[in-house]
Every structure is written in structure tokens, then in C-alpha cells.
């Protein structure tokens, strides 16, 4: 054990030096800095807390096109777009039983647990829907139907395998022919994942199936509903373990397989997702964190459905995240290609030739699945992975971060929107886990699909510092500015979707340096103006200067240049000491001051004692390189310096051999006494890891039919 985490570590240390070798020649793409930063304070906009007393905890259910229900503690709150606030007198009210409360406490749960957190959402019609909740930790679905105007509970159900006991447990569901489709867990540990339809689930304790996931998002899609998740790779052969990101996907029409196989998907496939910077050694963000609704559009002439999604490195690891974009078509791809598998537990994880797969096609859609023959749902279930990756749609990453800071966690989009020049971009908003919502977008979507162009329109602190962003929703309402609605566990509070009227905007060259399709200047009026869409054919634009490729515009004219180098200018390192004039100039202080609103009445502005007076405080952010280069000089360091210390020791210690601790010697003797000759053990080295190469009962060579695994397999014995 001690040994293989010895081993990732200097894996790591090496696929991360690498990383930085390639990556200088490979151009990492360096992290884009934000062209508009906003404030805590700046924020205002409608919000929406819920009971105040409490963590409400809140989950998006439903998103109607005038209102939204919130599943929170005890309730589900029916919430307009238009304002944020509560719609009278449609709250629905849902506690637990006091016997359910008491029994939640006996199990050893505090009184915020024993609480019942609605989840899970299917509606079934106009005034009739479906909830379950947490239901202190006894899960419990209800029906609920419309009387004089207000919902009331019918019957109830268990949700068991449907609802998670803990509401930060991450568990998806989703509601689609009629019927729930969910993912999570059937136990009260969290031991049991599974995902499930009616009496069909995923097979129990089966790591192949599914091998401690975390799901994060669902959605139905043609005849299949999809499951995006991460959980431990099974395929990762390497010492340690690996966290890989997955598609799964199910046909809405499984009727369970033959026989022994009534409960069980005779559909279930997954895939891996590929969401990585290239290079000779990709560097892999693994841990999908969630995903935008699928979109659609054209990118670079080409039409497609594209799914946005989150990722990040492991949380013990350097701080990264990414965005990367999927096709549709590319996902359904991979599941119609090659299966993946592992012939003995001591083999390789290979590509199945097709002549070994059988007819029908296992994992494919049928009308009735009971009547399909055993070799086929036999092969399905010992075959869930694809041997393919989905690749991601660009060549690149949307956007990656690096920093130490914070970490996406959310995804929206505001598809294809229309620039001046014509083209259609995806907006971008990504929540963070600090509460900032990020917009950003691919500039060089529209004509490339192996360019990447990151564009950081603007940096927004939404909410206060620290508070994780849970959900994003972008709101488009007739006659009302477009919004976008964040939510957090305690918080939900809407934005404008663009700052075209931030006072960084107000010339015209600060205006078209945001690259924001939202934004143009308007040369008549010399207002940095929002761009309705439908303005854009009649001859108002020719007064309207954009330019979202490089954010020069020959119509703004360049004597104002300085101001252009101000705001392409990243990091300042050190900040000139012009204090007094105050807020323009520390653009990035919400890295480190912690600013809230009013009502919280806890704002610094004021420097800290330990500050020296006069000087503005400037956050260190390095970037990828600068740590790479680090890290190199540092494992270069320590080489030399273990080098040269063991050297000196040894020379010290020559001839004084190192007293073992008793267990040891004995554990020793035992090994030295066996074997032929009984000399002691002093000048005699013995290896405490013995490598035994893995039997091979197929006599075939493991090392030359590796095609992505370079390291031989050794088995591994402590003594
Ligand atoms: C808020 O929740 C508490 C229990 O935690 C309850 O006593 C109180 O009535 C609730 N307030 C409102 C306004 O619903
Ligand atoms: C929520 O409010 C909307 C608009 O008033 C209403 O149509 C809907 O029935 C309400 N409740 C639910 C559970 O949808
Ligand atoms: C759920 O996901 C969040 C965010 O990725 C993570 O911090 C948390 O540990 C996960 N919860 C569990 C129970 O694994
Ligand atoms: C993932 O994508 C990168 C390119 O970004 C590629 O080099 C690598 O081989 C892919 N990995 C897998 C497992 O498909
Ligand atoms: C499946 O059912 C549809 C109608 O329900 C029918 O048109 C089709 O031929 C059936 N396919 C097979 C392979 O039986």
C-alpha cells in the first residue's frame, strides 16, 4: 500500500513535469484574464433565501418558462422568473413524521439531517406531479395533485433507490416517457449505487456496472436516457487509483432481459469521456462536475447538439478546471463502436474483436428485450465499458483555470448568440465554488473546430465569497432583459447576462475590448448598449462597433491605445502606489478581500493592521508554467540534495550496519532461514518486494498486445 502511493506520487511528479516540458512546445493554453471584473457590492438584482433560519439546501426541479420549483428543507417553493419572488399561496409544505424524526436521531443524525430535503421531480400532467425527498433518512416519493387551486399529498410511496438519504449526496434523476429514471444510492452507508427504472436497476455490486460514482446530471435523449458521471476507473492498470469521467446511457424501452435478467438493463452501456489539453502526455481534467442542458447550433459550418460539461483535477491536486464541449453524434458513436474487456483479472483491458460480439448487437435498443437471447445479455453485462473515449468537440478544452482559488462547479449556456459580424457564439456561464460566475467564449468557434480562442468577456463575485454556486439558469422573458438565475444552497439570486454598462465599458474602446456579443458601442448616442438580436439586418449597426475576434474596432480610433494596454494588461505584479483613487485600479481584489453586500454589514475596505499603509496588496497567481517550472527545479533540488546526503551517510555509517528492530529480524529470519544458505543477513541484501510476473493462461505475451499500457503488469507481495 505504501509502496503503490509512493509510486503514483512519482508518477504524478513526472506526468506533471512532462506535462510542463510538452506543453511549453504544445502551446498550454495560457489561462485568459478576465476583461471586466464586478464586485460583491456591485451586484444587485432580485434574490430569493428561503427560510432564513436554516440551510434550505435548495435543488432545481422543475424550469417552467415563467417560474421554477425549488425542492428545499420541508418545502417546495414555487418561485417567478419574473421578480424571484415566492407565487402566493403555492408553497407546498412536506415534513417528516415525528416517528421518522425520532428514528433518524436514534440512527445517531443530527436534528439538520432528520429533515426531509425534496429532490426529486416528475411531473405528470398539468396539476399532477410526483416528489420525493430525503424524508430523514428514509427516503419517501408522494403524489401530488391539485385541489381548490393549492397542491395537496396523496399517496406514498417508498424512495428507496430513488432519492438519496443525504441532500448533498450526488444523485441525479430524471423524468422522461412517463416514467423516473434514477441514479443513486439503495442504501443508508451510500455503499449501494445503482441506477434504476421501476424494478430495473444496474447490477448489484458489480464494479464493472458501477464503481463509486458520483453522478451529476441526466437527461433523456432520442430512444436512450443518458447519465453523466465520474466514479474509479476499472480500467486504470496502474498502481494507485484513477477517477475517469463517464456517459452511461439506457434505452427508455429496456423491458429487463430473459428470465434470471427480469430486473436488470439489458441496455446499460457507458463510455469514457476525454476532456484533456493535448500533447505527447495529455494532461487530463478526470472529474466531470456537471453539465449544461444539450444545445444546439452550427461551429464552423457544421451543425450539432453539444453538451457543455465541467471538469476538474482531483481535489488533492494542483487547482484546475475546464470546460469542455461533446457532441451528441460522437457520443452515440462511441456506443455503437468497439466493447472493452478484461479477459482474467490479471490481463490487460483490451479492445473486443467484433467476431466475439454477438448477434443481436448487446446494448442496443429493442422492442421487447425479454425475448432477446441469453449470449447477448450475458455479453452486455459483462461488457458496460466501451473501448473508445468521447472525444471532446474541440480539439481543446473551452476554457481551462488553473488556480488555487476556486473551482468551477456550473455550467449554462445561452446558445448561438448573434454577433454584429453575422457569426453565432455559446455564452458561457460558469459558477464557481466561490461564488463567482465567469462568462465566457470560444472566439473561434464559428470557423474552427481545432482552434480554441478562450475569451473572458467578465468575472463576477455573485455571491458572497465562498458560497459554491450549485445551479445556473438562463432566462430569456418576453419584454424583460434576459437574465441569469444562480443558485446556491441558501441563495438563489438573478444577474444581468451582460455588463455592457459597467463603467470599464464606457469608452469606445473599452467597450468592443470585451469581445461580448451582448455589447457594441453606439457611436451616436456614445453608450456602450446592449445588442438586441433583431437589430442587427437594418442599418442601425453601421453606428454599432463590435469585434469579437480581437477586440479592436478601426471605428473607436487609437488614440486611446494606453487605455487598451490597461485592460489587455493580466496581472499586475506590482501595483503603483495610487492609492486614493481607489476603485478602478485593484481590479482583481476579490481574490483576496472579502467584500459582501450591504445587508451583511461585513465589507473591507479598509486595510488590515498588518498591512503597510499605502500599498495595494496584489494576489500571487501563477500560472501553469511557473508551477511546472517549480516543481521541475524542486524534484531536480531534492535529487541532488537525497543524493548527496545518502552519499554522506553511507560513507559515515560503513561498516556499522543499520540495527533492525526486533520484529523485523524475526520476519527476516523467517524468510533467510527457507533458503539454501543460512549466512547472515547483514551482507546479504533480500528485496522486500518480491516481483512476480502474473501468470499468463492464455500464453500470451501481456507486454506486446498493450496498446495503451506501456508498464508491465508485476504483482506485488509484502512481506
Ligand atoms: C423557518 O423554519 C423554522 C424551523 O426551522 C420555522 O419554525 C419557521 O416558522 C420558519 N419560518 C417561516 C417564515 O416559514
Ligand atoms: C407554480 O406557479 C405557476 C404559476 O402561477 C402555476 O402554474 C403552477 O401550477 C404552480 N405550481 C406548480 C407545482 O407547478
Ligand atoms: C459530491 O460532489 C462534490 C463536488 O464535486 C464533492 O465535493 C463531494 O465530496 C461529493 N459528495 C460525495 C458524497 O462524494
Ligand atoms: C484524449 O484526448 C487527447 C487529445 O486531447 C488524446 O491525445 C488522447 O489520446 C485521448 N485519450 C483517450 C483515452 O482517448
Ligand atoms: C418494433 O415495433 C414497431 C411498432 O411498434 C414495428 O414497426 C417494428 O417493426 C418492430 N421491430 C422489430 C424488430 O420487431
Redesign the pocket.
Known sequence: MRVSSYFRMIENLIILALTGLVGRSLAWPSDPVPHLHIKHREVIGQRFLGNESHVEHFKLLERAPTFILIGARNAIYNISLHDLTEIADQRVQWSSTDAHRELCNLKGRSDDDCQNYVRVFGRHGPDKFLACGTNAYKPQCRQFIVQDGAYVGGGDTDGLGICPHDPQHNSTAVFAGGQLYAATVADFSGGEPLIRRERIRTERSDLNQLNGPNFVSSFAFDDYVFFFYRETAVEYMNCGKAVYSRVGRVCQHDKGGPHAFSDRWTSFLKA?L?C???GEY?FYFNEIQSTSDVTEGFYAGRHDQLIYGIFTTPVNSIGGSAVCAFSMSSVLEVFQGAFKEQETINSNWLRVLAEKVPEPRPGACVNDSRTLPDGTVNFVKKHPLMD??V??FF?LPVLTQVSFNYRFTRVAVDPQVKALDGRTYDILYIGTDDGRVIKALNTKAPDSLTEVGQVIVSDVQVLRYGTAIKDLQVVHLAGEASKLVVIADSEIRAVPLHHCDSQAANTCVGCVALQDPHCAWDDVTHTCVAVPTKLHDNDASKTLFQDIINGKHKGCGYQQVNIVSEMAKPVLPVVPPRVGHGEQLDERDNEIVIELDRENQYSRTQPRANEPQGVIVTPVVYSAQTLTGALIGTCFFSLIAGFASGFWFSQRLRGTPYPDPPEQRQQLNRLTESSESPAGFNNKSINLVLNVPPKNPNGKNANSSAE?KPMQKVKKTYI
Do not use: H
Open positions: 469514457r476525454n484533456s489539453v493535448p495529455p473508445d473515449a472525444q471532446s480539439s495503451n
